[in-house]
């Protein structure tokens, strides 16, 4: 059902660049791609592997960019973005659809599940963000809870195994 | 002079200056200095003094969303509160990710021969066993490092004079060995240690490359893994350096935390 989805949204698109006009009947594949991929995070949320959040991130992502290129849909006669929009779009589409691939996996994970699910979704960031099709910092920074984020802040460095403190009492300066 | 940045060294300045615009107090003490870094590079891009390698870049990305994994297993919580959880740690990533591009932007990348990165990978694992040997012989048991003491101490310990107390000097030396096996414990609790093997392999193929034909240059690698790339500095000035001694000796590259290195930059 998936594979149908991605094939309606990218003949959608290639239409669209040809005929230089923007057809909003996309807006529901686009919807249904997103129900995708909640579906996805609602199963990496309940499922118990240990590296369910890589996952969860992925799509998660994946449902974003959807909500910014819907935005853009909706907005372009006004923002004269037509058919630009369908062609960023088709940039982004190919990754969206392996970044589907992968979250869709079961829950026997391996090393190198991770790094290519990690590696996908930032290539799937980076070109959309190439594209004009990321959310604002501001979406980001409204998802963070500010109470407690310097302790998150501080248990992550810790795990990316620098020393919060050296033993000792250490002499290094802080220059910064 | 070239600086190649470790992949801890990208994801803290990215942490800091997520931290420092969303006015987040933090304690974690290498933050700055990673970021004063970067500040360097970007005040003197014209000399591309910083560098990169794909693997470096890669690793970041997927050492960032393994601490942040990490992190999450740590905090827990409510499991009812998971989704809230996971939303804030992908808010996180992609904060930091976004910084850790635009900083990695301002770094030269230099490609690398895979036929290069593979033989100085052979060279890097041969220091790697003899450093692991050094570990079995002289620091990695008590009896090891007891045995150890007491070789250095024989010749106070035979002298005619009578000086401090034996087991006085005994002891001192026992502190030093204690002070000397630090990095080289936390090399051996990340042996074999591929990531960063693979890492110095390039270093060295990069700095090959470089002096082909050419006036030797300064090269260094900033890193805040005192594992690996960065001396134990600890009180009294004691240094533990084991590992990065015999980096820069077989292959001629300086490792240390950024704030040490930032000075060299400047001269």
């Known amino acids: ?176 | 002079m070239k600086i190649l940045v470790d992949t801890n060294v990208i994801v803290a300045a990215s942490i800091n200056e997520n931290v420092t615009e969303i006015g987040i107090p933090v304690k974690h003490q290498f933050y700055d200095q990673s970021s004063y870094l970067f500040g360097i590079f970007r005040r003197r891009l014209g000399d591309r003094i910083g560098i990169v390698t794909a693997t470096i870049e890669s690793e970041s990305f997927y050492t960032l969303a393994g601490a942040v994994n990490a992190a999450i297993h740590v905090i827990g919580g409510d499991p009812t509160q998971k989704r809230k959880l996971f939303d804030q740690a992908t808010a996180i990533m992609n904060l930091c990710e976004d910084k850790m591009r635009k900083n990695t932007n301002i770094l030269l990348r230099e490609p690398v021969s895979e036929t290069d990165v593979v033989n100085n990978l052979q060279l890097v694992d041969k220091m790697s066993e003899e450093l692991k040997r050094l570990w079995e012989q002289k620091y990695g048991s008590k009896y090891a490092k007891e045995k150890e003491s007491w070789e250095r101490a024989k010749p106070i310990l035979n002298a005619p004079w009578k000086g401090m107390d034996k087991q006085e000097i005994i002891r001192m030396y026992r502190e030093q060995i204690e002070g000397e096996a630090k990095q080289l414990s936390r090399f051996m609790d990340k042996y074999p240690n591929l990531p960063d093997s693979k890492i110095l392999a390039e270093a060295i193929s990069i700095l090959q490359h470089y002096e082909k034909g050419k006036e030797p240059i300064t090269f260094l690698i900033a890193s805040c893994d005192t594992g690996f790339f960065s001396p134990l500095r600890m009180k009294g000035g004691f240094l533990s350096n084991i590992v990065t001694t015999e980096i820069k000796n077989r292959f001629k590259i300086t490792c240390d935390f950024p704030d040490k290195i930032i000075p060299d930059i400047n001269k």
């Open chain 1, 1 to 176: 059902m998936t594979k149908q989805i991605f094939q309606n949204i990218t003949d959608s698109l290639y239409q669209m660049e040809d005929t230089g006009k923007v057809d909003l009947a996309i807006l529901k594949d686009l919807s249904e791609l997103q129900s995708v991929f909640k579906n996805i995070q609602t199963k990496w949320l309940e499922s118990k592997s240990k590296e369910s959040f890589y996952f969860y991130h992925g799509a998660r992502n994946a449902e974003f960019i959807l909500d910014k290129m819907k935005e853009r849909f909706e907005k372009s006669q006004e923002a004269h973005d037509n058919p630009q929009i369908a062609e960023d779009s088709l940039v982004v589409i190919p990754l969206m659809s392996e970044v589907l691939n992968l979250t869709e996996a079961d829950n026997n994970v391996d090393e190198q599940m991770v790094r290519q699910i990690v590696e996908r979704t930032r290539q799937l960031r980076q070109v959309a963000s190439d594209m004009n099709l990321v959310e604002s910092r501001e979406k980001d920074e409204s998802l963070l809870d500010k109470a407690t984020l310097g302790h998150t802040f501080d248990t992550i460095m810790e795990k990316i195994d620098i020393p919060v403190e050296l033993e000792n009492n250490v002499v290094v300066e802080d220059t910064g």
